[in-house]
């Protein structure tokens, strides 16, 4: 009877994340299109011959100067599979970024139809890398199984139904207006909720990390709220905002709301891991020592979570720098000043996402402790 809770919250997630993978407000959303900005479609194909290649030539010190590829392809997917073309793929001398082919390559291509569904105009677009992706996820999960066995399993649970929640919901409900900032609190902790629920179990463990989580979270929301405003960041820094706010024009989007909720999204599994390990810790004490003082468990809390917050904080850190290394290294190859690197926006709102953050797992470790005490002497009475 024991484990009858964590089965209903185990049953509960699944539940929630197979319904939501084919009804949610994604689908809303999809019928308004706001995906739709191009009369291009896609579809996989396969290389089935090398016309002609100019690309080894030697190149001429022209920019007008053209290199190609003639190949010879069939569709493998959509209305068109089985149908076969001929494209020449050009290459500017001054692209910096460009794709070679090879036989038997997979490729992805965009076309154009006309009024009769027929292709009109088809291009390379990208080499199709989707197996290599999902290659690597597997590895990912089969790796998490074996490892961790059955806590293995239930973290692929939670993986999979966080990545749901936030590409089923979060991502279309922002796009249809809603509070990216309120949204993004209740999606976090329902997130938080689940996740902690079915890895801790149903216990004061887990209780005392949900609200350790969620009060650190909130740190992180007020303080980068308070300092975003002060910069006056607007959350337009970033070329994909930008790219969104001009495609889109008719969408009233809260950009800056939209960057806190990257913070938030960005500490959460982090200040998850922190409010769980302290918790577990605390549980582990008190099993050893029952009669432990709320004083010395406190005590013994805090010299642990100095240890976790150390490297902790250094992960995440470390994490935002990883994604914005090719930028920091385009400002430093252009000599870009000190005083003009520190106000650009899109480095103020990267300090400001990966500082928050880290002072919400901070606070996370003081909070779960405190609610562990606070759910032990509530035991007790």
């Known amino acids: 009877m024991k484990k009858k809770p964590e ?5 509960s997630v699944l539940f929630v994340s197979i319904f939501l993978m084919f009804y949610s407000p994604y689908e809303i959303m999809e019928k308004k299109k706001y995906q739709e900005i191009t009369d291009y479609k896609y579809a996989k194909a396969k290389v089935l011959e090398i016309i ?11 920019v007008s100067h053209m290199r190609y590829q003639k190949f010879k392809l069939e569709i493998l997917t959509g209305p068109h599979k089985g149908e076969k073309y001929i494209i020449n793929h050009a290459i500017e001398i001054i692209d910096v970024y460009y794709i070679l082919v090879k036989e038997k390559d997979s490729i992805i ?3 154009t139809e006309n009024d009769k569904n027929k292709i009109m105009t088809i291009s390379l677009y990208e080499i199709n890398r989707e197996k290599y992706v999902y290659g690597i996820i597997l590895i990912f999960f089969i790796s998490l199984i074996i490892i961790a066995k059955i806590k293995g399993l239930k973290s692929s649970l939670t993986l999979f139904f966080t990545a749901i929640v936030i590409i089923k919901i979060l991502l279309p409900m922002i796009l249809m207006g809603y509070n990216p900032i309120n949204l993004t609190i209740i999606l976090c902790s329902f997130i938080a909720l689940g996740t902690l629920l079915i890895i801790g179990g149903v216990n004061k463990k887990s209780f005392s990390a949900i ?4 009060g650190g979270l909130a740190i992180s929301g007020i303080i980068a709220a308070i300092i975003g ?3 006056r960041v607007s959350g337009l820094a970033g070329d994909s905002a930008r790219m969104i706010k001009f495609l889109h024009r008719d969408l009233q989007l809260d950009f800056k709301g939209i960057l806190f909720s990257a913070i938030l999204i960005g500490a959460l599994g982090a200040v998850m891991d922190v409010g769980l390990s302290i918790a577990s810790a605390l549980n582990e004490i008190v099993s050893v020592k029952p009669d432990i003082s709320n004083k ?3 005590k013994s809390g805090m010299n642990v979570g100095k240890d976790i917050v ?19 290294i385009l400002f430093l190859a252009t000599k870009t000043h000190y005083i003009q690197l520190i106000n650009i926006e ?7 996402t990966a500082v928050s953050g880290s002072i919400g797992l901070i606070w996370s470790v003081p909070l779960t402790i405190l609610a562990f005490v606070l759910l032990r002497n509530k035991n007790k009475k």
């Open 229 to 231: 405003n002060l910069s």
């Open 7 to 11: 089965i209903i919250v185990v049953l």
């Open 346 to 352: 899109l480095i103020s709102s990267e300090i400001i």
């Open 52 to 62: 002609e290649d100019t690309t080894k030539d030697k190149v001429k010190n022209d």
């Open 211 to 214: 609200i350790g989580t969620m």
């Open 296 to 298: 010395n468990l406190i």
């Open 310 to 328: 150390g490297s902790m904080s250094n992960t995440l850190i470390l994490a935002y720098v990883g994604g914005a290394l090719q930028l920091l």
């Open 109 to 111: 291509i965009s076309y």
